[in-house]
């Protein structure tokens, strides 16, 4: 089942596009394994996701830890840390 991925702030910057839609394998079924797949498609998502300590998520607009579920998502964002000021 096809996920629009969305990208924030420098993961955007870095990965070089604000949103893609894919089509992950029917065995990743966590934000984590999702971002070990998606870092394996190019080095600019590989870049993007090398310190899994800076990247926050949410799926289907609900923040999440990496170790959430995405069956069934329609969508997942990807972002730094948020921080106010």
């Known amino acids: ?4 991925i969305l990208y924030f702030a420098w993961v955007r910057e870095a990965v070089g596009i604000g949103q893609e839609r894919i ?3 029917a065995e990743i079924a966590t934000v984590a394994a999702l971002i070990d797949w998606l870092a394996a498609r190019s080095e600019d998502h590989a870049r993007a996701f090398a310190d899994r300590g800076r990247l926050r998520a949410a799926v289907d607009q609900v923040f999440v830890p990496l170790d959430a579920s995405i069956v069934g998502a329609r969508e997942v964002a ?6 106010g000021g």
Do not use: Q, R, S
């Open 1 to 4: 089942m096809a996920v629009d």
């Open 78 to 83: 990807i972002f730094p840390p948020v921080t």
């Open 23 to 25: 089509d992950p394998p």
